[in-house]
């Protein structure tokens, strides 16, 4: 399932997934649109971009990892946006969003987030209010910015984070997701 409110991107994304021998993809412009498809028909992938209306990309995948009227919360959600900011990256992993991508999408960049969801899928958990695919897969402490008890030297005089606004390269968000990864 591909969502998008950009037709190009949608056709794009669409051919992408077809040279993958994607037989089936259903389409569509928002995510209110694909949430009320997906409980009646639940795709085994979920390619989605995050600004959308009425609803937007990071909104469906929380309603997918946990309303009740999921019939699969466990589906691997790519998030391919233009959104390259370590918050909204962070933001999107804490909602439960499997893989990202930054637009323009690179098919490269594509293939290889649909290859470690199938080849390397994580275990999911539920801690909390969160569920989704474990993100505490380092093999050593914690490092950077996805710290506990990180150093407040990292913050502003009002204690927010100083680096929560700078843009990461999509080698950098896969490291972030797949830390023991080599990208």
């Known amino acids: 399932m591909i969502v998008d409110d950009q037709s190009f991107a949608t056709n794009m994304l669409r051919q992408m997934v077809k040279v993958l ?32 209306s009425p609803m937007s ?8 990892r946990k309303s009740p009227e ?9 998030m391919v946006t233009s959104y390259r900011e370590r918050e909204h990256v962070f933001r999107a992993r804490d909602a439960g969003v499997t893989e990202y991508v930054i637009k323009p999408v690179a098919p490269k960049s594509l293939f290889s987030r649909i290859e ?7 275990r999911f958990v539920r801690v909390g209010e969160f569920f989704g695919p474990d993100r505490r897969r380092h093999s050593k402490e914690f490092a950077g910015d996805d ?16 680096d929560k606004h700078q843009d990461m390269g999509q080698d950098e968000i896969n490291r972030t997701y797949n830390p023991n990864e080599d990208n």
């Open 147 to 162: 710290r506990r008890g990180k150093d407040e030297a990292t913050k502003d005089t009002k204690g927010v984070d100083k």
């Open 57 to 64: 990309g990071l909104k469906l995948t929380q309603l997918i």
């Open 116 to 122: 470690a969801v199938i080849e390397k899928p994580r």
């Open 70 to 78: 999921s019939p699969n919360t466990f589906v691997p959600i790519i």
């Open 21 to 52: 021998g994607a037989m089936e993809v259903s389409v569509f412009s928002n995510g209110e649109e694909a949430w009320t498809f997906y409980k009646t028909s639940p795709a085994d992938l979920v390619i989605l971009d995050w600004q959308m």
